[in-house]
């Protein structure tokens, strides 16, 4: 018998090309993801939806509900363990988020969304890091940075992530540090 999870990722299957029913099955498995006590993050990864949702990221960058609600997903699942982040980053999570993040720059919901995407992934550490670079990762998060600097949510997520990221990688950190100076914004790190 399959598990709710199996169908919801058999639905976003089905229905590749329609970002209505698919942002409805990526949100139903957001809330899954969010049941960890019922180890919901594992069932939901397992059943294959966090490639699902990357996937969907991708065939439809101009949505933003739907990045908004992938981003979200992608967050719960790595957010839940040093396995579950590894196997989001090999799924493309990384990619995907920073896509979401460099495609919607005036979008506050999807740079928040994304960025704690990208700050639970990064978690990981040096995968997380050099994977995001290589995706212009730094460029994105400065960019969003600058343009949101007055949203207390996107520059929450957007110092973290820096923190994050920061830990594991001097020189992204100094790329950031001199890109924001530049930039005339204070990260503030001491907050």
Request: net charge negative; aromatic share 4%; with cysteine.
């Amino acid at each position: 018998a399959l598990d709710i999870c199996e169908v919801l990722v058999a639905v976003l299957r089905a229905n590749v090309k329609d970002p209505d029913i698919l942002t409805v099955a990526l949100r139903a498995l957001q809330h899954l993801a969010a049941a960890s006590a019922c180890k919901g993050p594992q069932k939901v990864s397992n059943a294959g939806a966090v490639s699902e949702a990357v996937a969907a990221m991708m065939n439809h960058e101009s949505n933003l509900l739907l990045q908004q609600v992938g981003c979200h997903l992608i967050e719960l699942v790595a957010f839940a363990g040093p396995k579950l982040r590894a196997k989001t980053i090999k799924e493309g999570g990384v990619d995907a988020a920073t896509k979401a993040l460099k495609m919607h720059k005036s979008a506050a919901a999807v740079q928040s969304a994304a960025l704690a995407a990208l700050q639970a992934m990064g978690e990981e550490g040096i995968d997380c890091s050099r994977r995001f670079a290589e995706c212009d990762g730094v460029g994105a998060l400065v960019l969003s940075l600058t343009e949101h600097k007055n949203d207390p949510q996107v520059m929450y997520w957007g110092r973290l992530l820096f923190r994050t990221l920061s830990a594991s990688d001097t020189e992204l950190r100094s790329q950031v540090q001199n890109k924001m100076h530049w930039q005339g914004v204070d990260l503030n790190l001491e907050e």
